[in-house]
């Protein structure tokens, strides 16, 4: 029996690698480096968009507000947290911020007034249909659209601002 759990194990691993490989393929037109991929930090400003590593498959993202985060929790709850709970039960030990080519945040003028005025309100969560990369982009543009993986909303974020996304550690 433990054989075939064995490749029923291996084949989600697979399948998991297979879409962050084509993930990252689809960021290649929309973003300069990945989170991870620069050493440089940077100081968040409110209204900036911050993500973090989920076991290395995933990201979570964010709208920075005040020292905080805003976040669509898996339970569907809007709340703020501090930086090192948005880390907390992932894999990563860095937050990152999505910034033009010179370092700066890139941030939309409405986006954190738009995260608070969700808080502590629920959103159905669904990781294809209401997940946070949605949530992020409701808070940056006011669209509701559909929105599933990360690297839609860097697609989305690029044209937003008309530039490279370039994501650099945040500063403490």
Known sequence: MPVPLFWLGASAVAILAGAKYSNDKLLEGSVGRL???????????NGAIV????????????IWVDGSILELKGNGLIRGVSPSRFLQDRSGDDIFIACDTNHNPLISPDAAQRAISKLFSYS???VIKNNCHKFVWQCIAGENI????????????????????????VAP
Do not use: A, M
Not at 35 to 45: A, F, L, Q
Not at 149 to 164: A, M
């Open 35 to 45: 989170p991870g991929n620069s050493n440089t930090k940077v100081k968040p400003s």
């Open 124 to 126: 159905e969560y669904d």
């Open 146 to 169: 559909p929105l599933t993986r990360f690297s839609i909303l860097n697609q989305k974020i690029s044209e937003h601002f008309s530039t490279y996304v370039h994501w650099h550690r």
């Open 51 to 62: 993500t973090c590593g989920i076991y290395g498959l995933f990201e979570h993202t964010g």
